[in-house]
Antibody
Framework: QVQLQESGPGLIKPSETLSLTCAIS?????????WGWIRQSPGRGLEWIGN???????YYNPALKSRATISVDTSKNQFSLRLSSVTAADTAVYYC???????????????WGQGTLVTVSS | EIVLTQSPGTLSLSPGERATLSCRAS???????LVWYQQKPGQAPRLLIYGASSRATGIPDRFSGSGSGTDFTLTISRLEPEDFAVYYCQHYGNSLFTFGPGTKVHIK
């Protein structure tokens, strides 16, 4: 059973860089699939940030592309998110998830991690 | 960019009643690009429906999805107590994922 667990600081200051890690258990990240980050806040709802493949191939939401970097560490079976120059608007629950993508059936995220709240405040 | 609109924002129903939730896309989308999730307080979203009408593994058959073009519907035939939650639709296209604002189904 695939499980994902987010970790990282719960409080960061404006202008700093948010760093989160998603540890995967029950599945080898090198076996395939893209893996993604999604965030949720009362003001913005659910917002997709970006996805990464075990090879390191990435694609991002254009709205966040200039500030977001997703990387993968296959030796630790995990992937990470860095979001630079944060403001209060980046306060959200951050989720990691596996992307299920099929040509005929479409694309969706399943499963998701439990999420981690990141607050941006001085 | 496809914008998803969900209606109603809130639905007040009693257990045993039928729930009909709408997701409208700002332009026509492929049916296989439309997904539905359920989210309960303090939990991550849970996949319900993919490809507009296919139930995910383990999802009860009281949940059904339908629609095409710009208009999609999630129907819960008879609400169980555990179904009171927020429901989101999601679209994928042109390398971009977008989510609707959600419909909250709460107990009347």
């Amino acid at each position: 059973q695939v499980q994902l667990q987010e970790s990282g600081p719960g409080l960061i200051k404006p202008s700093e860089t948010l760093s989160l890690t998603c540890a995967i258990s029950g599945f080898s990240i090198s076996s395939g699939f893209y893996w993604g980050w999604i965030r949720q806040s009362p003001g913005r709802g659910l917002e997709w940030i970006g996805n990464i493949y075990h090879s390191g191939d990435t694609y991002y939401n254009p709205a966040l592309k200039s500030r977001a970097t997703i990387s993968v560490d296959t030796s630790k079976n995990q992937f990470s998110l860095r979001l630079s120059s944060v403001t209060a608007a980046d306060t959200a629950v951050y989720y990691c998830a596996r992307l299920m993508a099929f040509i005929t059936r479409g694309s969706w995220f399943d499963p998701w991690g439990q999420g981690t709240l990141v607050t941006v405040s001085s | 960019e496809i914008v998803l609109t969900q209606s109603p924002g809130t639905l007040s129903l009693s257990p045993g009643e039928r729930a009909t939730l709408s997701c409208r896309a700002s332009q026509s989308v492929a049916s296989n690009s439309l997904v539905w999730y359920q989210q309960k307080p303090g939990q991550a979203p849970r996949l319900l429906i993919y490809g507009a009408s296919s139930r995910a593994t383990g999802i009860p058959d009281r949940f059904s999805g339908s629609g095409s073009g710009t208009d999609f519907t999630l129907t819960i035939s008879r609400l169980e107590p555990e179904d009171f939650a927020v429901y989101y639709c999601q679209h994928y296209g042109n390398s971009l994922f977008t989510f609707g604002p959600g419909t909250k189904v709460h107990i009347k």
